[in-house]
């Protein structure tokens, strides 16, 4: 079956006169009228694996209120502590300066030959989900994971993401062990209410093909997608578009002072106009990945993007 995104849907409903004439009144002035578009910073921003002095969750709450952002978006593995009185302040920290706490960036990886090596992956996600539900936070990014035949990071970006398999095995093999890992999931994503976004982020998730033939295998409310605007290395846009109807959260790359593996020349009004276009109405949230300090590059890439979307 054909995907039907989100505003065909309505439009269709309100050309064959499905709905009351009220709410199709409402529906049409909905297509209009736009939404103030809502900005989150990633924690990662600030903390990017190495600034040592920008790692406590709570300073990066208190810097986002500071420069005028609307949510936060926390990186797990940023995280020193995850008891649940840790967990209850920084939700409290983020409600007193005014900020949502919108996402939960999280990484795992199902493709692995290894059976155990999965079943570890996915206990860790349901981990990851319950620790979501304590924050309050209503949606969590996920990975496919990669086959790690790549020495490092360093190595992979600079072969542009692409790796070999594992001897032995094909990516059909991939993709049976990632749907596997994710359905195992979502019971207990939809009893906390955490949204699943997978990210088009390396591995499996590194083509947009990728992405939706795992979200539509699946064909769960539970599971949509994580947007990434910088992880599509070649003609990002069309790419983009594809995965844009399913997405819940928008992750939005900045590089100022070089990117730390590669700079995209991304066009942000075109990619505001592919989500208003796909109706997208969740929040924005800013991924800083370049060398310049984070204390001016961020302000500044918060400024670029409300100019982008206004």
């Known amino acids: 079956m054909t995907p039907v995104s989100r505003r065909s849907l309505l439009c269709g409903a309100v050309a064959a006169g499905l709905l009351p004439q009220h709410v199709r009144a409402g529906a049409a002035a909905s297509m209009v009228a736009q939404r103030r578009t809502r900005f ?12 040592k002095d920008l790692r406590s969750i709570e300073t990066c709450i208190d810097l986002a209120a500071e420069w005028g952002f609307d949510g936060v978006e926390i990186l797990e593995m940023q995280m020193t502590n995850t ?30 030959p290894d059976p155990e090596v999965r079943r570890a992956n996915t206990k860790k996600t349901i981990n990851s989900i319950e620790l979501a539900y304590k924050l309050g936070i209503p949606t969590m990014r996920v990975n496919t994971g990669r086959w790690g035949t790549s020495a490092n990071f360093d190595v992979l970006m600079a072969n542009r993401g692409i790796e070999p398999t594992v001897e032995g095995y094909t990516e059909e093999d991939g993709f049976k062990w990632v749907i596997d890992g994710l359905n195992d999931c979502l019971p207990v994503a939809e009893k906390c209410g955490v949204t699943l976004g ?22 769960s409310p539970w599971l949509k ?86």
């Open 225 to 310: 997608t994580t947007l990434d605007t910088g992880n599509f290395l070649e003609d990002p846009y069309d790419r983009l578009e594809q995965i844009a109807d399913d997405a819940v959260l928008v992750q939005a790359k900045t590089y100022y002072g070089g990117g730390m593996w590669y700079s995209l020349d991304l066009d942000y009004p075109r990619i505001a106009g592919l989500l208003r276009k796909h109706n997208f109405g969740g929040y924005v949230s800013l991924e800083f990945e370049g060398k310049e300090d984070p204390r001016t590059a961020i302000p500044k890439s918060l400024g670029m993007l409300q100019a982008a979307f206004a």
């Open 83 to 112: 008891d649940n009185s840790t967990l209850q302040k920084l939700k409290q920290r983020a409600f007193v300066n005014g900020l949502d706490l919108c996402g939960f960036s999280t990484h795992q990886g199902w493709v692995s």
């Open 198 to 219: 997978l990210e088009n982020h390396w591995g499996l998730g590194r083509t947009a093909d990728g992405v939706m033939r795992i979200v539509n295998a699946i064909d």
């Open 40 to 51: 989150a910073v990633s924690t990662y921003s600030f903390w990017q694996f190495k600034n």
